[in-house]
């Protein structure tokens, strides 16, 4: 069965500077794996998504991550956050099927 | 364009009493979802459609769950005899078609059961 891990349920970071939520999952097979973003009182939004190719993935909003096969992760980075940047953010892995399965989420929360 | 619409945004009900959370998804997605957000925790999967029939029900948690979707558009998940563990934030989303396509997320309906 498919698990996903998010080793830290909140982080505070300072604006300007980078961040990185970390995440990593289990799976026997090959997985599709995605970052998406909740902002307080509104609908989960997709950030990026690892399907094949590149492992260096590009999302919106100047979020990217990276897909690491050997350690099973897919960390979510930010060079530069803004205080609009505070949110809750959710790692998820779908393998063949149409199931996804969520992480507990990292809440992000930027200082000025 | 209009986005997932969920009714109604708030629910509150007894223990024992019969409840509907209504899904409406973007116009031509045959892809939807049902997920619970319980406190604290990520969405849970609970049901997939692809058009009318639920091609995936294996997250609803008992039979006390059900969800229709009879013309391929509108999606009623129905909960019998609740119960306090029962209360939670129920999402909708809906996609294009396939695992590929991105889901779109509704607001979601926060149920509290009494």
């Known amino acids: 069965a498919q698990s996903v891990t998010q080793l830290d349920s909140q982080v505070p970071v300072f604006e300007e500077a980078p961040v990185e939520l970390r995440c990593n999952y289990s799976s026997s097979v090959s997985v599709y794996l995605f970052w998406y973003v909740q902002y307080p009182n509104q609908g989960l939004q997709l950030l990026l998504k690892y399907l094949s190719g590149s492992t260096l993935v590009k999302g919106i909003n100047g979020f990217e991550a990276e897909f690491n096969k050997s350690q099973t992760s897919f960390h979510l980075r930010k060079p530069s956050v803004h205080i609009s940047d505070t949110a809750e953010y959710f790692c998820a892995v779908r393998t063949g099927g149409f199931k996804t399965i969520f992480g507990a989420g990292t809440r992000l929360f930027v200082k000025a | 364009g209009a986005g997932v619409s969920q009714t109604p945004s708030n629910k509150v009900t007894e223990k024992g009493k019969y409840v509907e959370l209504r899904c409406d998804p973007i116009?031509?997605?045959?892809?939807l979802y049902w997920y619970r957000q319980s406190l604290g925790q990520g969405p849970e999967f609970l049901i997939y459609?692809?058009?009318?029939?639920?091609?995936?029900d294996s997250g609803l948690p008992n039979d006390r769950f059900f969800a229709v979707r009879p013309e391929g558009s509108v999606s009623t998940l129905k909960i019998q005899r609740t119960e306090r563990g029962d209360s939670a934030v129920y999402l909708c989303a809906s996609s294009l078609n396939g695992v590929y396509n991105e889901q779109f997320f509704g607001p979601g309906t926060r149920l509290t059961v009494l």
């Open positions: 116009s031509g997605h045959t892809a």
């Open positions: 459609f692809q058009g009318t029939g639920a091609a995936d």
